[in-house]
């Protein structure tokens, strides 16, 4: 039986990181967009809130808290903020969360310590390629053993790139199996060249080309057992469908208040039965689309596959942030194809999501 009462501790959680995302997050929003760059004040913040850290491995410095849930609760509040800021805040998650579900001990011992260390340090994952019959489980990246090396060939892109990151983690087809090898950002024959894209202005992404990279065979994500990509994959379309949701509350609340407020005629616009049954639907697709986000992360939970949930989730979810988004701008009218007013930047993010897999992982 799904549960839709957070436990005591997951609704503080919840209390912390909405406020944190109110008075930090927003309000840098725009700033960071417009400068294409993050305010590395919030990043610090949340790095200090631990919310990362609390699904790493215990015996490394994490909380070893691995709940979906808890997860898909926290990606929602970071996004409502701001979609670029949320996704920089759980970059880490793009390596510590696969290392400490499949990783060896000597990997964990290696990636965990920097990311729950006293200061900010980035993640990221490679598994998105520039070629429009990508399949995330069988990519065109290959990875072969080469004696006690494994090379690996191949282009990704949309991979999230922080300065303060120190490793990719790459997913590339070894024979007939998708598998994940951790690869140092220096490795020769690695080159990323920034990307410009639609939104997410202020989140530094790459598109990296993979040229005879030689990786140790320790590098290989879980060592001889390797690692499940499908479950990789599965949490990562969950949480990106979180932060969907997230987006389209941030940008229905700025709608619904705006139509409170704005008068014509006499009477504010939300009594105008068009902007009324309008904003009234923005609330029945978000509140759908986030019931199918808690019933992927939760079945993940239980143990059982969410495949086929995590595939509704974030392709519904998707289109909910694209119809909202453009809700909000349509009922802000002229303010919101304007850049100062937030609902054209949400919009603009939005459209993203349906190009996207794994952005962040819950």
Request: hydrophobic share 50%; net charge positive; no cysteine.
């Given at each position: 039986m799904i549960e839709f009462e957070p436990t005591e501790e997951q609704q503080l959680i919840v209390d912390t990181v909405r406020q944190?995302?109110?008075?930090?997050?927003?309000?840098?929003?725009?700033?960071?967009?417009?400068?294409?760059?993050?305010p590395e004040n919030v990043l610090a913040q949340a790095h200090e809130l631990g919310l990362v850290a609390l699904g790493l491995d215990e015996a490394h410095g994490g909380g070893g808290d691995r709940s979906a849930v808890t997860g898909v609760l926290i990606a929602e509040e970071l996004a409502y903020g701001d979609l670029a800021i949320a996704l920089a805040i759980l970059s880490p998650s793009l390596t510590g969360l696969p290392v400490t579900e499949f990783g060896t001990d000597p990997q964990k011992a290696e990636i965990l310590p920097a990311l729950v260390g006293p200061s900010f340090c980035a993640g990221s994952l490679a598994l998105i390629e520039p070629d429009f019959r990508f399949d995330p489980f069988r990519p065109t990246t290959r990875a072969a053993l080469d004696g006690g090396d494994y090379t690996l060939r191949g282009h990704k892109c949309f991979v999230p790139w922080l300065d303060s990151g120190d490793h990719v983690l790459v997913i590339a087809m070894e024979d007939d199996d998708p598998q994940a090898f951790l690869v140092p950002r220096n490795t020769k024959g690695l080159a990323a060249t920034p990307e410009r894209n639609l939104g997410l202005d202020a989140l530094p992404t790459v598109e990296i080309e993979l040229d005879d990279v030689r990786v140790p065979a320790s590098a290989r994500l879980g060592g001889d057992a390797g690692c499940d990509v499908h479950s990789i994959i599965d949490r990562g379309r969950i949480a990106l469908a979180a932060t969907?949701?997230?987006?389209?509350?941030?940008?229905?609340?700025?709608?619904r208040d705006y139509a409170k407020e704005r008068e014509a005629f006499g009477a504010p616009i939300a009594t105008k039965q068009a902007i009324a049954f309008k904003i009234a639907d923005m609330a029945i697709e978000i509140d759908a689309a986030r019931l199918l986000v808690w019933e992927a992360a939760w079945l993940l939970d239980s143990g059982?596959?969410?495949?086929?949930?995590?595939?509704?989730?974030?392709?519904?979810?998707?289109?909910v942030a694209l119809v909202v988004t453009d809700g909000a701008v349509q009922v802000l009218g002229g303010y919101g194809y304007i850049r100062d007013y937030l609902p054209e930047m949400l919009h603009r993010n939005a459209c993203g999501y349906t190009n996207f897999e794994t952005l962040t992982l819950i």
């Open positions: 944190f995302a109110a008075n930090e997050i927003r309000p840098q929003a725009h700033d960071a967009a417009e400068s294409r760059k993050l969907a949701v997230g987006v389209s509350r941030a940008a229905f609340e700025i709608a059982a596959k969410a495949t086929r949930e995590a595939v509704l989730a974030s392709r519904q979810a998707a289109q």
